[in-house]
T-cell receptor
């Protein structure tokens, strides 16, 4: 099992460019999450999904969009990148046996994004 | 609103020392869950423990132990006889009963030197 994988691992964008980060999990988990990690800020939830075709906003959703067309994939999009979106992005997934956030989350290796 | 405070930004110890990482939380709910995650230098966060608000028993897992005290709203993590492999950033996190969000603390970086 690969667990949670993220593509790409690194990316450099110019202000105003768009991109999509791909997260894939092979554990048949119901719930998936996108976080950003900034120095001194811990992890902050961007968006999450409780199942295929559903998404919800987290703590810092502005400037991002997400889609969960397939259960195993959760995409994070930046339509017009800004320097403030320079960060490390983590995807995670968890089982759907309890309420969302209650279960252990499995994290991907992260994507380091720099916006110039 | 809920909040998780990890006041220790960075801790440095020498191998074999015991070390305690503090976590203080704030929530209005009576039902909630607390977590600890480890982020080693490789970057990927790893789950360590989950505790619900109705279970105040301390937990021990090998060299790791957790002390949950509702009276002081704390969920502290102790590593006994630390090892270099324990070097990582450790995060405490809280989710309330409405599971509207998961709040992470800012993390404590633990450096264990030989």
């Amino acid at each position: 099992n690969a667990g949670v994988t993220q593509t790409p691992k690194f990316r450099v964008l110019k202000t105003g460019q768009s991109m999509t980060l791909l997260c894939a999990q092979d554990m048949n988990h119901e719930y998936m999450y996108w976080y950003r990690q900034d120095p001194g800020m811990g992890l902050r939830l961007i968006h999450y999904s409780v199942g295929e075709g559903t998404t919800a906003k987290g703590e810092v959703p502005d400037g991002y969009n997400v889609s969960r067309l397939k259960k195993q994939n959760f995409l994070l999009g930046l339509e017009s990148a800004a320097p403030s979106q320079t960060s490390v992005y983590f995807c995670a997934s968890s089982q759907g046996t309890s309420g969302v956030f209650y279960n252990e989350q499995f994290f991907g290796p992260g994507t380091r994004l720099t916006v110039l | 609103a809920q909040k998780v405070t990890q006041a220790q930004t960075e801790i440095s110890v020498v191998e074999k020392e015991d070390v305690t990482l503090d976590c203080v939380y704030e929530t209005r709910d009576t039902t909630y869950y607390l977590f600890w995650y480890k982020q080693p230098p490789s970057g990927e966060l790893v789950f360590l423990i989950r505790r619900n608000s109705f279970d105040e028993q301390n937990e021990i897992s090998g060299r790791y132990s957790w002390n949950f005290q509702k009276s002081t709203s704390s969920f502290n993590f102790t590593i006994t006889a630390s090892q270099v492999v324990d070097s990582a950033v450790y995060f405490c996190a809280l989710v309330n009963s409405g599971y509207s969000t998961l709040t992470f603390g800012k993390g404590t970086m633990l450096l264990v030197s030989p």
